[in-house]
């Protein structure tokens, strides 16, 4: 069974870059994609981008300008990167996979179980 | 952008039925996905392309989707069912668009 496990840094000051892994575990990481989503208190979920097994990126265009998502396959890991942050990006931060079935968008089917990160001075 | 509205919250008794809804434009043009999201726990996939369900989700978990609203819906609810439930559909194939959730409350 595939497992998702998250780790990063916890407190990061403001102005500073957030950066979180995700070790994917149980699977391969040569096909479908690999995201980034994120939940801050009092609000629903929202995704920060995602990569493909083959490379190549999307992310949402209301962080693009300051994010940067990576893959390694040789160590079975994907990263994020979070650039000048501010107290709104506190938030709990998830990893997961989108399983990609015919060509058809992915659904989210496997989750890790999170990381909280508090951008605080 | 593509816009997805679902109600805030839901109630329902215990043994009852809940229903979710999901708006947006021409929605069943799209494949629609529920997410819940209980207290303290990672999303868990509970209905994929609008009506299929993972192995391991109860029967009682049905999706559906017709003209500008898919809906979920929760039979013989209980009171592990009390979470936040979020849809999601993809706009242009590459952006991810969830709802805002609702959270369903058994009373």
């Known amino acids: 069974q595939l497992r998702l496990q998250e780790t990063g840094s916890g407190l990061v000051k403001p102005s500073q870059t957030l950066s979180l892994t995700c070790s994917v575990s149980g699977g391969s990481m040569s096909s479908n994609s690999w995201s980034w989503i994120r939940r801050s208190p009092g609000t629903g979920l929202e995704w920060i981008g995602y990569?493909?097994?083959?490379?190549?990126?999307y992310y949402n265009p209301s962080l693009k300008n300051r994010v940067t998502i990576s893959l390694d396959k040789s160590k079975n890991t994907f990263s994020l990167r979070l650039r000048s942050v501010t107290a709104a990006d506190t938030a709990m931060y998830y990893c997961a996979r989108g399983l990609v079935i015919a060509a058809t968008p992915p659904y989210f089917d496997s989750w890790g179980q999170g990381s909280l990160v508090t951008v605080s001075s | 952008s593509y816009v997805l509205t679902q109600p805030l919250s839901v109630s329902v008794a215990p043994g009852g039925t809940a229903s979710i809804t999901c708006g947006g434009d021409?929605?069943?043009?799209?494949?629609v996905h529920w997410y819940q999201q209980r207290p303290g726990q990672a999303p868990r996939l509970v209905i994929y392309?609008?009506?299929e369900r993972p192995s391991g989700i109860p029967e009682r978990f049905s999706g559906s989707s017709s003209g500008n609203t898919a809906t979920l819906v929760i039979s013989r609810v209980e009171d592990g069912d009390e979470a936040d439930y979020f849809c999601h559909v993809w706009d242009n194939i590459r952006v991810v668009v969830f709802g805002g959730g609702t959270k369903l409350t058994v009373l």
């Open positions: 392309y609008d009506s």
């Open positions: 990569i493909y097994h083959n490379g190549i990126t």
């Open positions: 021409n929605i069943e043009g799209r494949s």
